[in-house]
């Protein structure tokens, strides 16, 4: 199994601009997240996901779109980039939340916004 | 604000000395997380607590979740340099099918 897969692992963007980072797991799992770690502030929860055709916001959603099609894939969107979306994003999944269920993350993207 | 809250924010510790890095909510917490970070990589789980009063132990890191389920720490015995990174709890509070994320604890290990 290759896990939690995450790309780009780094990336620079002008103001603006939009991407997609992608993530994909292979272990069947229905639950996925987004989050976004800056210094001194932990991990804040983006968006997540309980199964296909299934997303929420989580703590900071504003200027993010996400999208569950598959259960392996969740893609996080960035319509117009602002320099405040600067930041590490990790995504994760697990077999569920609430339950015995180790959270798996991936290995991050670093995304600069100019 | 956030729905948790890990003290200290920061730590340094001599090598050999022990350290504990607390976790609180003013909810009950369901699935409390322990997570490891060494700066600029991926986060390391360390262990998983769900039931009021429950320990466990990995090496010389204990956790533990108190009776009411609002507060978990993290004790780290005879710390050691590969101790040394961001410690983070994460939580489903009150059975929400959401998981976040205290701010961290940077610690650092002097020789």
């Known amino acids: 199994n290759a896990g939690v897969t995450q790309t780009p692992k780094f990336q620079v963007l002008k103001t603006g601009q939009s991407m997609t980072l992608q993530c994909a797991q292979d272990m069947n799992h229905e639950y996925m997240s987004w989050y976004r770690q800056d210094p001194g502030m932990g991990l804040r929860l983006i968006h997540y996901?309980?199964?296909?055709?299934?997303?929420d916001q989580g703590e900071v959603p504003n200027g993010y779109n996400v999208s569950r099609s598959t259960t392996e894939d969740f893609p996080l969107r960035l319509l117009s980039a602002a320099p405040s979306q600067t930041s590490v994003y990790f995504c994760?999944?697990?077999?569920?939340?609430?339950?015995?269920?180790?959270?798996?993350f991936g290995p991050g993207t670093r995304l600069t916004v100019l | 604000s956030q729905e948790l809250e890990q003290s200290p924010q920061s730590l340094i510790v001599q090598e050999g000395k022990n350290l504990t890095i607390n976790c609180t909510s003013s909810?009950?917490?369901?699935?409390l997380y322990w997570y490891k970070q060494k700066y600029g990589e991926g986060l390391i789980f360390l262990m998983m607590l769900q039931k009021g009063g429950e320990e466990k132990s990995h090496e010389k890191i204990t956790a533990k979740l108190d009776e009411k389920k609002q507060q978990s720490s993290l004790h780290i015995t005879a710390s050691q340099p590969s101790h040394a990174g961001i410690y983070l709890c994460g939580a489903s509070i009150q059975g929400a099918q959401k998981l976040v994320f205290g701010q961290g604890t940077r610690l650092t290990i002097n020789p």
């Open positions: 909810k009950t917490l369901y699935g």
């Open positions: 994760a999944s697990s077999y569920s939340v609430g339950l015995a269920n180790e959270q798996f």
């Open positions: 996901s309980v199964g296909a055709g299934i997303t």
